[in-house]
């Protein structure tokens, strides 16, 4: 005899930050009625409550907000829409039959559920992907926990500070930490360009003064009990370190801002495809998963930029869970999106009917003057100009119902001049 | 200080821990002193966890002798100890014609050394076992086995505790003297006085021995590093791979073992180093060994790694000298017995090392079995080990059960909170991660880490200050936010 609870619900939205919120709320909306929201920590939000900079909001409210303002109004939205959510619960395993384990102090629950929305969101890459090597002292952090730690613990993870990687979180922790105190002696960056957002370069880095070393990397964590120094070096065209270039830097603290892998473990229990490239779900316009009423959406999809992209995926997604739950008939062909020439990805991989399509497009490197066209086998169906394009900043396009009706295949490039 | 002891073991790895173990069954008032903040901290934490079948080791020596018989010890004793293991098996491939005959050397030293089941396989039976591995054949040995060793060396000295052991950690000895009737030893905690030392000092017992006058010793330290591949690999391969092992340093070779834990340990590789505390990786090792690992697995996705680690070994073979010498165990002086060059394979043999050095005390003392011992270890149940239903019943129980602290190895904060309380005090991030598992995942710590933290300050009442990665030398923190910039504003 099982011993667990065990429940019906409609949909079921695994996690509990701006993709979870958005999509539960989209899904109440367009008519779904019993559904849930499972959290594993204990508060709703995510990962905006630790983000206490401004910026966020500017694309869907038009103002800019803090992580914790954009979050509450998710929030209100949520209560006065009577959504129901779980807090301190954790999801450990879907079923390919939409049967979802939940862990919580209340009980170890099982829902079946008609439809699932993943929006579990990413976790950070560490130093062990790659490679770093040295000791291993305390003193080192990805960025994501120290900004945990400072803004929501106020503990204070280091006074002499180096920042591998210049995305963004990297960035903006570099200016955190500066305000708090701390010396960042530098973010050291292994590309020759950045990996952030252009307005956090400015007003992180320049404005504070802090040194930004392109092509550069961490070599060796030295410190047997708490980082006492690090070793850079200079990097070739390969990425890799050149000799003769290396120099020491003493600090107590090295914070790793190396990337976000979209944290599919979960989905994974349930069979659900995921691409290599976006380490996300394969899924179609209605972003919906290679598992049938399985729905992917925010950073657990693919990594975003701006969360203000995830929420209006997350929308998107709540709006086809909640069809799927009322049964509209939502498929009518299957078309694969090709990735052509200068692009790393496009968003959905797959078209199921005739519909307006919204793709998020990322590029390989940076470029001026880009244009990006999309084709039916060789015909041209569509252009769209960029004065600047860049790989840390996700592409939004539009196709219109007429635009692809009658199409056999779909590819998008980047148009050589 | 202390009143007077029996036997005073140095040193709590494998070895010290299983010998006090072994102790805590008499009538005996036996002391453990361990320099560190916790129990297992030194290279019985940073091995391979495996159990050995004794293929290595020539007739006649105790490594040989001693890994069969504590092999064969280990199954009861994991039972009681309520400590996870498994014997998967392990293959040791042949890739050239010359490679092929010493399997054949392989199997006649297991034979001799008693190793049951040997058999030598081919290419195309070890390929149907393991499809992502090529050779031209392999011996077999199908009861070598894997655990975990820090688990074990922890539930070693815990059992030990409970049945009437004193252990004392972040205690160094500093001093060893032969006094009127046995040895007085001072320690960074004060002086211990005894009739009997056990030298267990792993990478330290030359040290130690040298402070009675036994300066003859002169152990080699022997960095050895890993790689460890996320545990969606853990199907990559369903037993050991090991390479014939290369003519050098008596080393095994680099070697794929699967973890009880599900990952795949990729090493280790074997450099001689001038310092014992230097346990860096470095960038050519690592190189090295993910170059082994793809000779024996081509389709290794190295691009699954989540961590690399170090330790070093405590070699009594010189580095210009090929093959390994033999364990020293032996009463060195009347009282005094002397653990040297205990390196692979000490964590197999441990419990058969126990067995001896009891032995060699009952000729020193006369010593009768209490009738008390309880050789069972209770352990919280791992919630990630349970059934549904059985975590179900957890929850309902605990509460706490249900609440989540590592993400990756669904701990608890129930398997946190019990960590926590281990009876040496250790409340270190590193304590919770070798009792639970805590933080040993993909995310290494990304969420376990501010859940941890959290428990230490509002169960604990810790300050951010007094929070440690493994001892009082690696705090996290330099203070509150607030602190930092008021010490700057008065300077």
Known sequence: ?417 | MSDKSDVLVIGAGVVGCAITRELAKFNLKTVLLEKENDVCGGVSKGNSGVLHTGLYYPKGSLKGKLCVEGRLMFPKLAKQLNVPYKLCGKHVIARTDEELKDLEGLKAVGEANGAKGLTIISGKELNKREPKVDALSALYSPVAGIMLPYLFTIALAENALSNGVKIHVETKVLNIEQVNSGYKVTTTQGVFYTDIIVNSAGLYADRISAMLGLDKYKLYPCRGEYLILDKNCGELINSMIYPVPPKIAGVLGVHLTPTIEGNVLIGPSAEFINMREDPRTTKEKIKQLMSGAKELLPSIPLNEIIYGFSAIRSKITPPEEKGSRDFIIREDIENFINLIGIESPGLTSSPAIAKMVVQMIKKRKDIKEKIDFDPTRRRTTPFRESSRSQQASLIKGDPTYGEMVCRCEHVSKREVIDALNNPFSARTISAVKYRTGAGMGRCHGGFCLPKIIEILTEEYGMLPKEIYLNNQKSPLFIGTTKELREKQKSE
């Open chain 1, 1 to 417: 005899m099982n011993n667990f609870t065990s429940q019906d619900v409609d949909l079921i939205v695994i996690g509990g930050g701006p993709a979870g919120l958005a999509a539960a709320i989209s899904a109440k909306k367009n008519g779904a009625q019993n559904l849930i929201i499972i959290e594993r920590n204990n508060w709703l939000g995510g990962i905006l409550p630790q983000c206490i900079h401004d910026g966020f909001g500017l694309e869907i409210f038009h103002e800019p907000l803090t992580g914790p303002e954009y979050a509450q109004r998710y929030i209100d939205e949520l209560k006065k829409l009577n959504i129901p959510y779980m807090l301190n619960s954790m999801a450990l395993e879907i079923t390919p039959d939409k049967k979802v384990f939940v862990a919580s102090p209340e009980d170890l629950f099982c829902f079946q559920a008609k439809a699932i929305i993943l929006a579990m969101g990413c976790r950070e890459r560490t130093r062990g992907q790659i490679y770093i090597p040295g000791t291993r002292p305390a003193g080192v952090y990805t960025a994501g926990v120290a900004q945990n730690l400072i803004n929501l613990k106020n503990m204070m993870v280091g006074k002499d500070v180096v920042i591998l990687g210049s995305g963004d979180i990297g960035m903006i922790m570099a200016r955190r930490l500066t305000l708090e105190g701390a010396k960042v002696h530098a973010i050291v960056e292994i590309l020759s360009h950045t990996n952030g957002l252009p307005r956090n370069i400015q007003q992180c880095l320049i404005d504070y003064e802090i040194p930004l070393l392109l092509s550069h990397t961490v070599t060796e964590i030295q410190g047997i009990n708490r980082v006492e120094s690090i070793i850079i070096s200079q990097v070739n065209e390969k990425l890799t370190s050149i000799k003769g270039k290396e120099r020491k830097i003493k600090c107590d603290t090295l914070l790793l801002s190396i990337g976000l892998i979209p944290e599919n473990d979960l989905s994974k229990t349930c069979g659900v495809k995921l691409s290599p490239v976006t380490r996300g779900a394969i899924v179609d316009e209605n972003l919906e998963t290679s598992v049938q009423g399985v729905f992917a959406c925010g950073n657990v999809l693919h990594v975003h930029d701006v969360v203000d992209f995830v929420s209006l995926e997350a929308e998107r997604a709540g709006k086809s869970a909640s069809e799927c739950i009322l049964k509209e008939q939502r498929k009518e062909k299957r078309i694969h999106i090709e990735v052509g020439d200068g692009l790393s990805y496009v968003l959905p991989q797959y078209i199921s009917r005739d519909t307006d399509l919204e793709l998020s497009i990322r590029v390989l490197n940076p470029r001026e003057d880009a244009s990006i066209g999309f084709f039916d086998k060789d015909a041209l169906l569509k252009a769209e100009k960029f004065r600047k394009v860049h790989p840390a900043q996700m592409i939004k396009i539009k196709l219109k119902k007429s635009e692809t009706k009658n199409i056999n295949t779909l590819r998008v490039e980047v148009l050589q001049k």
